[in-house]
Protein backbone atom coordinates (compact mmCIF):
# COMPACT_ATOMS: atom_id res chain seq x y z
CA UNK A 1 0.00 0.00 0.00
CA UNK A 2 1.52 3.74 -1.03
CA UNK A 3 0.00 6.95 0.29
CA UNK A 4 1.01 9.64 -1.81
CA UNK A 5 0.65 13.41 -0.50
CA UNK A 6 1.46 16.03 -3.59
CA UNK A 7 2.30 19.52 -2.48
CA UNK A 8 3.52 22.90 -4.03
CA UNK A 9 1.21 24.07 -6.00
CA UNK A 10 -0.18 27.77 -5.89
CA UNK A 11 -1.25 30.30 -8.23
CA UNK A 12 1.60 32.01 -10.53
CA UNK A 13 1.95 34.12 -13.09
CA UNK A 14 2.44 33.29 -17.11
CA UNK A 15 6.47 32.71 -17.69
CA UNK A 16 7.22 31.24 -13.82
CA UNK A 17 8.11 28.35 -11.95
CA UNK A 18 7.13 25.87 -9.59
CA UNK A 19 7.74 22.47 -7.97
CA UNK A 20 5.43 20.29 -7.31
CA UNK A 21 6.25 17.66 -4.55
CA UNK A 22 4.51 13.98 -4.14
CA UNK A 23 5.41 12.32 -0.21
CA UNK A 24 5.25 8.75 -0.87
CA UNK A 25 4.78 6.67 2.56
CA UNK A 26 4.95 2.77 2.57
CA UNK A 27 7.85 0.74 1.44
CA UNK A 28 9.66 0.12 -1.70
CA UNK A 29 9.29 3.39 -3.19
CA UNK A 30 12.63 2.56 -5.22
CA UNK A 31 10.64 0.03 -6.91
CA UNK A 32 7.39 2.36 -7.91
CA UNK A 33 7.48 3.93 -11.23
CA UNK A 34 5.82 7.19 -10.86
CA UNK A 35 4.14 9.81 -12.68
CA UNK A 36 2.06 13.02 -12.66
CA UNK A 37 -1.20 14.09 -14.49
CA UNK A 38 -3.11 17.16 -14.72
CA UNK A 39 -6.80 17.52 -14.94
CA UNK A 40 -8.21 20.81 -16.00
CA UNK A 41 -12.07 21.87 -15.76
CA UNK A 42 -14.04 19.66 -18.30
CA UNK A 43 -11.38 18.09 -19.56
CA UNK A 44 -9.82 14.56 -19.05
CA UNK A 45 -6.79 13.56 -17.21
CA UNK A 46 -3.97 13.63 -19.09
CA UNK A 47 -0.05 12.34 -18.57
CA UNK A 48 2.85 14.90 -18.10
CA UNK A 49 5.59 13.43 -17.22
CA UNK A 50 6.60 9.86 -15.58
CA UNK A 51 10.12 8.43 -14.41
CA UNK A 52 10.64 4.93 -14.53
CA UNK A 53 11.72 2.94 -11.13
CA UNK A 54 13.54 -0.33 -13.14
CA UNK A 55 15.43 1.95 -15.82
CA UNK A 56 15.35 5.71 -14.27
CA UNK A 57 14.29 6.87 -17.96
CA UNK A 58 12.03 9.80 -18.18
CA UNK A 59 8.87 10.94 -20.44
CA UNK A 60 7.33 13.52 -20.90
CA UNK A 61 4.08 14.66 -22.92
CA UNK A 62 4.95 16.92 -25.72
CA UNK A 63 3.40 19.94 -24.66
CA UNK A 64 5.61 20.01 -21.43
CA UNK A 65 8.91 19.01 -23.11
CA UNK A 66 11.94 21.36 -22.30
CA UNK A 67 9.92 23.04 -19.73
CA UNK A 68 8.85 20.47 -16.98
CA UNK A 69 11.52 18.01 -15.16
CA UNK A 70 10.58 14.80 -13.46
CA UNK A 71 12.93 13.55 -10.99
CA UNK A 72 12.80 11.40 -7.74
CA UNK A 73 15.10 11.23 -4.03
CA UNK A 74 14.25 7.73 -3.02
CA UNK A 75 16.27 8.61 0.10
CA UNK A 76 13.34 11.08 0.94
CA UNK A 77 10.68 9.10 -0.90
CA UNK A 78 9.59 12.09 -2.66
CA UNK A 79 9.09 12.72 -6.48
CA UNK A 80 9.50 16.27 -8.03
CA UNK A 81 8.02 18.11 -10.98
CA UNK A 82 9.63 21.27 -11.53
CA UNK A 83 7.45 23.04 -14.06
CA UNK A 84 9.32 26.25 -15.79
CA UNK A 85 7.88 28.72 -18.35
CA UNK A 86 4.54 28.31 -17.22
CA UNK A 87 1.53 28.81 -19.74
CA UNK A 88 -2.13 30.13 -18.93
CA UNK A 89 -3.25 26.22 -20.25
CA UNK A 90 -1.14 25.01 -17.46
CA UNK A 91 -3.78 25.41 -15.34
CA UNK A 92 -4.69 22.28 -13.61
CA UNK A 93 -5.18 20.45 -10.62
CA UNK A 94 -1.93 18.16 -10.56
CA UNK A 95 -1.87 14.67 -9.47
CA UNK A 96 0.80 12.04 -8.96
CA UNK A 97 0.41 8.35 -9.28
CA UNK A 98 2.31 5.23 -8.64
CA UNK A 99 2.37 1.57 -9.75
CA UNK A 100 4.99 -1.42 -9.31
CA UNK A 101 4.55 -2.58 -12.50
CA UNK A 102 4.61 0.33 -14.85
CA UNK A 103 7.45 0.47 -16.77
CA UNK A 104 7.60 1.55 -20.19
CA UNK A 105 6.73 4.49 -21.87
CA UNK A 106 3.89 3.01 -23.76
CA UNK A 107 2.12 2.12 -20.28
CA UNK A 108 3.66 5.25 -18.13
CA UNK A 109 1.08 7.39 -19.90
CA UNK A 110 -2.06 5.43 -18.83
CA UNK A 111 -3.83 6.62 -16.26
CA UNK A 112 -5.64 3.08 -15.82
CA UNK A 113 -2.08 1.43 -15.66
CA UNK A 114 -1.64 2.90 -12.15
CA UNK A 115 -3.18 1.79 -8.69
CA UNK A 116 -1.80 4.85 -6.55
CA UNK A 117 -2.97 8.36 -6.68
CA UNK A 118 -2.68 11.38 -4.93
CA UNK A 119 -5.43 14.11 -3.64
CA UNK A 120 -3.86 16.44 -6.19
CA UNK A 121 -2.55 20.22 -6.05
CA UNK A 122 -3.91 23.00 -7.57
CA UNK A 123 -1.98 24.69 -10.03
CA UNK A 124 -3.42 28.29 -11.72
CA UNK A 125 -1.45 30.13 -14.26
CA UNK A 126 -2.20 33.85 -14.76
CA UNK A 127 -2.21 35.72 -17.97
Known amino acids: QVQLVESGGRLVQAGGSLRLSCAASGRFFSRYTMGWFRQAPGKEREFVAGISWSTGMTYYADSVKGRFTISRDNAKNTVYLQMNSLKPEDTAVYYC????????????????????WGQGTQVTVSS
Open 97 to 116: AADSRVTTAQTMGAPYEYDY
